[in-house]
């Protein structure tokens, strides 16, 4: 498997409900980022969390990061239907030089 | 100024057609990257500038071709490319980590290149 691996590939919720995913890696990171992606257009920066924090928030957004399981999550409460989108999940790795590795991603589709 | 503007938006070629990609930034990044996206798959990192200097080269053929001729410009020569290279090209920028070293700061994106090779 790879450095930010994501878990579910793909989620379909009601719009006002919560969604959740789910993203794991294998190296020691300095950071952990989030990105959404509309449409194979460009990446939107979401939210960095650092290795020494534990919780992040941004309007909607929630992230946890947990190094001593390596996962992360984000946690979008009261989805709408302009967050459908792919998310992906992003490390930079401390170990064998700088390299920012995306996960596999997960695709959110939100049905009004 | 908090964009990063890519061009062209498309861009169709043959295998023995020279082309390049242009990426700009205002935002005062000394970092810049270029990654390659394939359909359904998440962005793949090429090369990193840091400070107008390649500072790593992700095992990229050499029919690609970076140049970054100031801070604020990054481009991508093609020529010689193979069908397998269509793709989504994206750039970003950032300031550089800490040390001047690329990477850990929050990377910008532009909205990418959709390239076809004929």
């Known amino acids: 498997s790879q450095q930010g691996e994501e878990d579910p590939q793909a989620l379909s919720i009601q719009e006002g409900e919560n969604a959740t995913m789910n993203c794991s890696y294998k190296t020691s990171i300095n950071n952990l980022q989030w990105y959404r992606q509309n449409s194979g257009r460009g990446l939107v920066h979401l939210i960095l969390?650092?290795?020494?924090?534990r919780e992040k928030h941004s309007g909607r957004l929630r992230v946890t990061l947990d190094t001593s399981k390596k996962s992360s999550s984000l946690l979008i409460t009261a989805s709408r239907a302009a967050d459908t989108a792919s998310y992906f999940c992003a490390t930079d790795r401390t170990t064998g030089g700088f390299k920012t590795i995306f996960g596999a991603g997960t695709r959110l589709f939100v049905k009004a | 100024d908090t964009e990063v503007t890519q061009t062209p938006k498309h861009l169709v070629m043959g295998m023995t057609n020279k082309k390049s990609l242009k990426c700009e930034q205002h935002m005062g990044h000394r970092a810049m990257y270029w990654y390659k996206q394939k359909a359904k798959k998440p962005p793949e990192l090429m090369f990193v500038?840091?400070?107008?200097?390649?500072?790593i080269n992700e095992s990229v053929p050499s029919r690609f071709s970076p140049e970054c001729p100031n801070s604020s410009l990054l481009n991508l020569h093609l020529h010689a490319l193979q069908p397998e290279d269509s793709a989504l090209y994206l750039c970003?920028?950032?300031?550089?980590?800490?040390?001047?070293?690329?990477?850990?700061?929050?990377?910008?994106f532009g909205p990418g290149t959709r390239l076809l090779v004929l």
């Open positions: 500038y840091s400070y107008e200097k390649l500072s």
């Open positions: 970003a920028s950032s300031h550089p980590g800490l040390a001047g070293g690329p990477g850990y700061e929050t990377q910008y």
């Open positions: 969390i650092r290795s020494n924090e």
